[in-house]
Antibody
Framework: QVQLVQSGAEVKKPGASVKVSCKASGYSFAAYHMHWVRQAPGQGLEWMGWINPNSGVTNYAQKFQGRVTMTRDTSISTAYMEVSRVISDDTAVYYCARMVTTSTDRWFDPWGQGTLVTVSS | QSVLTQPPSASGTPGQRVTISCSGS????????VNWYQQLPGTAPKLLIYSNDQRPSGVPDRFSGSKSGTSASLAISGLQSEDEADYYCAAWDDSLNGPVFGGGTKLTVL
């Protein structure tokens, strides 16, 4: 079955970088854009950006440009999302999600299980 | 401040029908289809409705979606205790080249 499995929880000090991985299985990894969405404690969903695993082309939400880097390793069907210079407001659960695209529509299915990133001094 | 507007909370008793609204603009809901995600407590979001009114395999037909103009709605009939969750609407926004989400609606089954 189609599945996304993310790396484990992280605790980082302010100013550090954190890198989260998302391993895909059950489908052709290169055929679907991978998006990243985060959710701060008790808050809603916030879209961060996407990567085209086939070409490596990325598109980041304006808020995260310059601080977020999305990469992939097609040999192991894994996408990565790195946030640099983290601050306390970056404390959140980070999700990867596969985007299914048709000629007229697009949606996320499935989502990874989430990775909790805690920023604390 | 989310781009799409949802009520923060909704509630109903078992067996009742509840609806959750989602309001947007021409650049998102008005131009594309709406999806709904269900997030049970402590878990990742899950696709509930796609393309305004389509249910993925395994989603009960108690869940239905609709869209009109720049607004959409999620209806849940025959409410059950296991429906207690957060519900998010989402739509693609061409100006962002990415999706926008509603702020989420917390559904309580009384």
């Amino acid at each position: 079955q189609v599945q996304l499995v993310q790396s484990g929880a992280e605790v980082k000090k302010p100013g550090a970088s954190v890198k989260v991985s998302c391993k895909a299985s059950g489908y052709s990894f290169a055929a679907y854009h991978m998006h990243w969405v985060r959710q701060a404690p008790g808050q809603g969903l916030e879209w961060m950006g996407w990567i085209n695993p086939n070409s490596g082309v990325t598109n980041y939400a304006q808020k995260f440009q310059g601080r977020v880097t999305m990469t992939r390793d097609t040999s192991i069907s894994t996408a990565y999302m790195e946030v640099s210079r983290v601050i306390s407001d970056d404390t959140a659960v980070y999700y990867c999600a596969r985007m299914v695209t048709t000629s007229t529509d697009r949606w996320f299915d499935p989502w990874g299980q989430g990775t909790l990133v805690t920023v604390s001094s | 401040q989310s781009v799409l507007t949802q009520p923060p909370s909704a509630s109903g008793t078992p067996g009742q029908r509840v609806t959750i609204s989602c309001s947007g603009s021409y650049s998102n809901i008005g131009s594309t289809n709406v999806n709904w995600y269900q997030q049970l407590p402590g878990t990742a979001p899950k696709l509930l409705i796609y393309s305004n009114d389509q249910r993925p395999s395994g989603v009960p037909d108690r869940f239905s979606g609709s869209k009109s103009g720049t607004s959409a709605s999620l209806a849940i009939s025959g409410l059950q205790s296991e429906d207690e969750a957060d519900y998010y609407c989402a739509a693609w926004d061409d100006s962002l080249n990415g999706p926008v989400f509603g702020g989420g609606t917390k559904l309580t089954v009384l």
